[in-house]
């Protein structure tokens, strides 16, 4: 029996297999098309757009992929990959837009191709909206 006792894990290093370091992540990673968007909201709202907005409404743990607060715009970005492959997912966003709207917001959502083809139409949108609001 070993100094561990019996049952115990053997632990053993090789010195051979050296793990690469973690990447330190600061906060959720974002897609290129919420990049994309992002940058021409900030150019075009400035400090009035948040990005990654969370406490839209109270008791939930929503994450909003940008909103203009003072106006209860809510913007999303719908990639493929994320929002279109689960089930769960698909559902979990239209309930995320009932309470949204329930609590006053306006929901836009844009597709990552709408964005990479012409973000600045998708901006116009969002532009229309805030004109709605008045």
């Not at 929002?83 to 709207?101: I, M, P, Q, V």
């Amino acid at each position: 029996m070993n100094q561990l006792g019996a049952g115990a894990w053997r632990v053993h290093h090789d010195p051979r297999q050296v793990r690469k370091p973690r990447r330190l992540q600061t906060g959720p990673r974002s897609s290129p098309p919420e990049t994309i968007l992002s940058a021409a909201l900030k150019k075009r709202f400035g400090s009035a757009v948040t990005l990654q907005y969370r406490g839209a409404v109270a008791g939930r743990r929503f994450v909003l992929d940008a909103a203009i607060v003072q106006a209860l715009i809510a913007i999303e970005v719908d990639g493929w990959q994320h929002h279109g492959r689960f089930l769960s997912d698909f559902k979990r966003d239209r309930e995320k837009d009932r309470a949204l709207t329930l609590a006053g917001w306006r929901v836009l959502r844009f597709t990552a191709g709408e964005i990479r083809g012409d973000v600045q139409k998708c901006v116009q949108v969002i532009e229309r909206a805030l004109w709605m609001n008045r």
